[in-house]
């Protein structure tokens, strides 16, 4: 059964830090885009990164590029979100999902929720003082 699994969320001041775990199972991230969404109450889900693990080649989005970084651990088949600098509207529940890589996959376009076949259940980052 394909599966991802996040974790690393929690509650943070600003300017701090966090990193949010991605971890796949039942199938390997080789020649996958995965994506990190997050979506705040109220609003839409939306794309803020992704990487595509055949070359580790990530795209951000404007709201959180110099602030997140995208990495990949090939032997333990997850993806991370290091996430700095947070600010109070980083707040969300963060998911990550995962499709099976094509060539306009993370190139140059804000991920997209349609786009993406397996999704993780989430978990929740608050940035609060």
């Known amino acids: 059964q394909l599966q991802l699994v996040e974790s690393g969320g929690g509650l943070v001041q600003p300017g701090g830090s966090l990193r949010l775990s991605c971890a796949a199972s039942?199938?390997?991230?080789?020649?996958?885009?995965v994506g990190w969404f997050r979506q705040a109450p109220g609003k839409e889900r939306e794309g803020v990164s992704c990487?595509?693990?055949?070359?580790?080649?990530?795209y951000y989005s404007d709201s959180v590029k110099g602030r997140f970084t995208m990495s990949r651990d090939k032997a333990k088949n997850t993806v991370y979100l290091q996430m700095n600098s947070l600010k109070p509207e980083d707040t969300a529940v963060y998911y990550c999902a995962a499709v099976p890589l094509a060539y306009w996959y993370c190139s140059n376009y804000d991920p997209r929720v349609n786009e993406y076949d397996y999704w993780g259940q989430g978990t929740q980052v608050t940035v609060s003082s």
């Open positions: 990487i595509n693990t055949n070359d580790n080649s990530t």
């Open positions: 039942g199938f390997t991230l080789d020649y996958y885009s």
